[in-house]
């Protein structure tokens, strides 16, 4: 038999056809389980990423928001200094 020649055995030519189909449909939904598992694992890393960055943003603003009230503070603060300070400055001329 020549390179150009096919030998089909007709006795378990079927068996062989549904043994290639089995193996194909396997392969065919292992791929199609894998594709999506890689996708749920991707979603979850992003989701995980996502969760991350909202965490470090609360961060961020919890703290400009306890810095901006120490300076309402300090302003505040530094307003009764000056206004006490024209006080004196007005007593003293006056």
Same mark, same amino acid.
């Given at each position: 038999?020549?390179?150009?020649?096919?030998?089909?055995?007709?006795?378990?030519?079927?068996?062989?056809?549904?043994?290639? $189909?089995?193996?194909?449909?396997?392969?065919?939904?292992?791929?199609?389980? *894998? @594709? !999506?598992?890689? %996708? /749920?694992?991707?979603?979850?890393?992003?989701?995980?990423?996502?969760?991350?960055?909202?965490?470090?943003? $609360?961060?961020?603003?919890?703290?400009?928001?306890?810095?901006?009230?120490? *300076? @309402? !503070?300090?302003? %505040? /603060?530094?307003?009764?200094?000056?206004?006490?300070?024209?006080?004196?400055?007005?007593?003293?001329?006056?």
């Amino acid at each position: 038999m020549s390179a150009n020649e096919i030998f089909i055995d007709p006795t378990s030519y079927d068996s062989e056809v549904d043994a290639f $189909k089995g193996t194909t449909e396997k392969i065919a939904s292992s791929n199609e389980f *894998d @594709v !999506a598992a890689v %996708k /749920r694992q991707t979603l979850l890393d992003a989701m995980d990423t996502l969760e991350e960055v909202i965490e470090t943003y $609360k961060s961020c603003v919890d703290d400009y928001v306890e810095l901006s009230t120490k *300076d @309402v !503070a300090e302003l %505040k /603060r530094l307003k009764e200094m000056w206004v006490q300070a024209d006080e004196m400055i007005a007593n003293d001329i006056g």
